[in-house]
C-alpha cells in the first residue's frame, strides 16, 4: 500500500512538471513553428527567386529588406520599382513585420455585460494606441474596444459553431477627467467592409475572426495615416493589386505568413 501511494505520488509529480515545462514555453514553441512555416514557403519557391522583408528573423539567411515607414507611405509603382531595381522578385510579410506598428486589443478579453439577446466583450491591449487627440487633454488613450454579439456564453461553452451576428462595436477613449466612447468609422471583417453613420472616430477595426467564440478573437485598430497603406492592403486585406500577386498565404498560431510576387 505505501509502495502504491508513493508510486501515485512521483507520478503525480512528474505530471505536475511536464504541464509546468509545457506551460512556461508556449511562445517559443509558437514561434519555431512560425519560423519552420515560414522556411517551408521559402523553399516551395523557385530557386531564383529573391525575397524582399520588412524585418530579419532568427535562422535564415539574408534577405533583401523594405523598410515598414516605404510600405506605409509609399505607392504601389514605387515599391515596385525599389524592388525591381534590386531584383527582388517577392514580398514577404508576417505579423511580426506589421502588428508592431498598429494597436491590437487582445491581451485581455473579458464578458462585462449580458442583456437579453445581446452579449458585450471588452477587449484590452498592454500597449493601447495613445495621444488620438479625441479628448481635450493630451493625455488619452483608446482603453478598450466593446463589442456586442448576439448569443449568449453558453454557445461559447459548448463550442457550437452557430454564426454570431456582430451588433456593435465601440471604442473607449479614457482622459484625466473624462471618457469617450464611439464607433470607429470603419470596420471590417474578413472581405467585407462596414462604415459606421453617425458620430465616429476616425479609426478603422478590424477583426480577426479565428473562430465562432470572441474569446479568441483579436480586434486591431488602424490609425488613419495607415488605412490606405500598403502594409495594410497587402496585410490585412489581401486587396487586388495591378503589380502584386498573392501567391502564399498560411497561418500559423495568431501569426499569418504572406507572400507576394511582383508582376
Known sequence: METTKRNVFVIGILAIGVAVFFLCQPESYSQEKTASKKEV???????SSI?????R???TAPLRTVSFTDLATATETNIRGVLIAQGVTHLLLTSQDVYPHLAIY???VSLVE??????????ASRSPLSQTAMLKGPDNQLSSIYLGVDKTPIYFENNLQDKIKIISIVCEFLGKDEILRLPPKEIYLKDKQFLTVGKTCPYAVFIDRTSDNPFEWTLICVQPDLQNSLAIKFYLL????????????SRVKEEYIKIWKLK
Open 41 to 47: 514557403l521559402l523553399n516551395q519557391l523557385p530557386d
Open 51 to 55: 525575397i524582399a522583408v520588412s524585418s
Open 57 to 59: 528573423w532568427k535562422n
Open 106 to 108: 487582445s491581451d485581455s
Open 114 to 123: 449580458t442583456d437579453e439577446g445581446q452579449v458585450t466583450f471588452r477587449y
Open 238 to 249: 489581401d486587396t487586388p493589386s495591378e503589380f502584386f500577386n498573392l501567391v502564399y498565404s
